[in-house]
Structures are given as C-alpha cells and as structure tokens.
C-alpha cells in the first residue's frame, strides 16, 4: 500500500485490520517515529509510523522480525500488521514506566530482558540484523563529517575514546538484544511486564543492554551491582565491572551521536539540540568513571 506521507490517519483508517469505523489519537513521546492508538468497535491497537532510517541502521523489516519473534516469546504485544511504513500492535493496558520505576523494578526488568536474549533468537525468522555500538560510533561520524555537522571538531576525540572502550570490552557473547532499554520501553499490566519498540533490535552484546538499562535509567553503583549479579547469576568481579563501565560510557556516547545525526536528518519536532547537549555531559561524567576504573 503506498501511504500517504501528509495524511497517515487516512492511510491508517485503510489498513486491512479493522472492525469498523475506527478513532485515532496520537500518542506523545517518541523521537524517532508517530505513534497512533487506534480504537474499532472490537479493540484498541497501537500503530507505529515510519519509514527506513538508513543513518540510524533502523530498517523496518528488522523491526518487524524482531517484534513478531518477541510476541511469540511473550515479551511484547501480539504483533498484528506489519508492511512498511506501518506496524501494529494489541495496545497494552498499564503503567508506561519512568526510571523510577526501573530502580524500583530493577530484579523484574533485568529478568526480562534477558528472557528477551535467551528466548527471542528461537522464533526469530529470516534476515536479521548486527548492532555492533562501535561500529554505530564510527558510522556516525562520517555521516556527521559529511553533513557538516557543528560536532566535526569533536569527533577526532569521540573515535578515540570508542576506540579505549572498544579494547575495555574485548570480546563478547552474541545474543539478539533490544538496544534501546529507554523506561518507556517496560509496560507493566499489574500482572506482568512487557517489552516494546525494536527499532533498533539487533545481534550483539548483552552488556550493550545493561549499559543501556543503567544508563537510561540513572543506576547507582549499588544497582549496577544487582543488575549485574542478577543477570549473570554471580556476584560481578572488578573485570566485569570495567566492562560494564566501558559500555556504559559507548552507550552514552552512542545516543549523544544519534542526537547529533537526528539534528541534520530529523523532521520529528523536538529539541535535538538540547538532548544532544545532555547526553554529552553524562557521556563525560561516565568517561571520567571509566578511566577511574582502569587506574585500579
């Protein structure tokens, strides 16, 4: 179906899913596709709106693969209609979770997501795609050296530092992560939790997802602690803990950079500029946390 880029509720009203006549609300808050809930006379359906995101590595037939394998594994919603630029899915009746909400949850979310590591690459099917942070790092900074970008005099640095917590992490199992633990993402039903949006789903590293999760969600030291011990089932070591440090760091970096691409390539209305300048400071603040670790 060729959708109608100025009027996705019209395009929205004509997918094949509906019983009936159908309301559309937009839901707020996300910065890199549209949102719609969707309500006909038989249920409430959450359609997500967008295209390819080539200078993100957001390719919609990964996203597909990789929330059909997540419903069949009982992570996320049952995925209902998935063909470019559409996605929908049963919408979730709970709490969206703040970070807050994750610290307090911490065991909870942490079991989660790595049920998602084990259990997702067993219903995965067709191609699939690798999501490698320095790699990412590194292919952002040519699409910002290309696009002129007001970062270009802070790259040199930015590769750098990847480099250190690139040889920080070493080598790493391979699993299908989320990579992109936002709060957001966890939808607790009062029974149970879910895990949404895989936007940016891919094979990698387990620690690119903790470091994601303590990261978005202002984890303490303690908290690292737990997070770790719980998902690796053992009390962590110092090795581990530099690891998790160094990735931690590459996540921040990673989303500082993706601010700063969206700021040249984003038509989403919101304040690029400032996230960008956030992140950079907690990029900074966690470097210096880093290289504190390595003089021990």
């Known amino acids: 179906m060729a ?12 997918l094949p899913i509906w019983s009936g006549p159908v309301e559309i609300e937009p839901l707020q808050g996300g910065i890199t596709n549209k949102n719609f809930l969707v309500s006909d006379r038989s249920r409430r359906v959450v359609v997500r709106y967008g295209g390819d995101i080539p200078a993100h590595g957001v390719m919609r ?6 929330a059909k394998a997540a419903a069949a594994a009982g992570i996320s919603p049952k995925l209902l209609y998935a063909a470019p630029p559409f996605l929908a899915m049963d919408f979730i009746e709970g709490q ?10 911490l065991q909870r979310c942490v079991a989660l997501t790595k049920r998602a590591h084990r259990d997702i690459p067993v219903h995965l099917r067709g191609p699939t795609l690798c999501f490698n942070v320095f790699y990412v790092i590194r292919d952002y900074a040519h ?17 750098e530092r990847a480099q250190r917590l690139e ?3 070493g080598s790493i199992d391979l699993i299908f992560g989320h990579n992109d633990l936002l709060a957001a993402n966890f939808i607790d039903d009062g029974a149970r939790l879910w895990l949404i949006d ?3 789903a891919g094979w990698g ?9 303590s990261s978005n969600n202002s984890f303490t030291a303690r908290e690292n602690e737990l997070m770790l011990s719980e998902y690796f089932g053992v009390p962590a070591n110092d090795a581990l803990r530099r690891k998790l440090q160094a990735m ?7 989303e500082s950079m993706w601010s700063m691409v969206s700021e040249l390539t984003s038509a989403i209305d919101f304040d690029y500029v400032s996230y960008t300048e956030e992140n950079l400071r907690r990029f900074e603040a966690a470097f210096v946390a880093f290289e504190e670790m390595e003089k021990t």
Request: hydrophobic share 50%; no cysteine.
């Open 248 to 254: 931690l760091a590459a996540s921040l970096l990673r």
């Open 198 to 200: 895989w936007d940016y």
């Open 96 to 105: 969206t979770y703040g970070a807050e909400d994750v610290r307090a949850n």
């Open 3 to 14: 959708a109608d880029a100025t009027d996705p509720k019209s395009a929205i009203r004509a």
């Open 61 to 66: 037939f990964n996203e597909a693969a990789a």
């Open 167 to 169: 040889r920080a992490v």
């Open 205 to 213: 590293t387990p620690l690119f997802d903790l470091g994601g999760l």
């Open 143 to 159: 699409t910002l050296l290309d696009g002129k970008s007001r970062a270009v005099p802070l790259l040199p640095q930015f590769l």
